[in-house]
């Protein structure tokens, strides 16, 4: 099983950043999707969460409005478009897969890629 983030990296206050998940080693359409972040000194929290379908999202009230997540199922890949880019989004950005099924549940988490926002 891998989850491969891509497209961190240092962006300017106000800019546009997009990651990319590239899922393998599992159905990827079976799982629902989410990106979490872990700030320096700080716990890792959820920013953005999508449905296996892609029917649903949900967003922390932080980037609500600035932030979209999507998927495409067919290319095993989930999205992170970030937009209007704040200092304090500057984090570790992780992959999470998770699955629940008959109250067994699967999680998978990629290995992070760093986003920095200056100001």
């Known amino acids: 099983v891998q989850l491969v983030e891509s497209g961190g990296g240092l962006v300017q206050t106000g800019g546009s950043l997009r990651l990319s998940c590239a899922a393998s080693?599992?159905?990827?359409?079976?799982?629902?999707m989410s990106w979490y972040r872990q700030a320096p000194g700080k716990e890792r929290e959820l920013v953005a969460g999508?449905?296996?379908?892609?029917?649903?999202?949900n967003y922390a009230d932080s980037v609500k409005g600035r932030f979209t997540i999507s998927r495409d199922n067919a290319k095993n890949t989930v999205y992170l478009q970030m937009n209007s880019l704040k200092p304090e989004d500057t984090a570790v950005y992780y992959c999470?897969?998770?699955?629940?099924?008959?109250?067994?549940?699967?999680?998978?988490w990629g290995q992070g890629t760093q986003v920095t926002v200056s100001s």
């Open positions: 999470h897969a998770q699955r629940i099924r008959f109250g067994s549940r699967t999680d998978y």
């Open positions: 999508i449905t296996s379908a892609g029917g649903s999202t």
């Open positions: 080693g599992f159905t990827f359409s079976w799982y629902a």
